[in-house]
């Protein structure tokens, strides 16, 4: 436990910082469990809508230093791949 005044306002900053970013992931993985289940049940049109939101939460998700870009281009390319696969 921080001593200082400094320290104990950093240590509340970093735990706000903390909160925020988990809800930006766990919005994310939720994002993303949606978009699988309009995959499984093979329903195109809804996987498009779902990916197209899904993308715009991996990049807003970048931009904000959460995700690396690489890992987020890594995810993009795989979800892509499998709304292909659904449409032949």
């Known amino acids: 436990m921080p001593q200082r005044k400094s320290g104990i306002k950093e240590l509340r900053k970093n735990h706000a910082r903390h909160m925020h970013n988990l809800d930006i992931k766990t919005d994310l993985k ?3 469990k949606k978009f699988l289940a309009s995959v499984k049940t ?3 049109g809804k996987a498009q809508s779902d990916l197209n939101e899904l993308y715009k939460k991996l990049d807003k998700a970048t931009k904000r ?3 690396n ?3 987020v281009a890594r995810r993009k390319s795989k979800f892509s791949k499998q709304l292909t696969s659904l449409a032949s």
Do not use: G
């Open 69 to 71: 870009k690489n890992t």
């Open 65 to 67: 230093n959460i995700l």
């Open 30 to 32: 939720k994002t993303t």
């Open 42 to 44: 093979k329903d195109k």
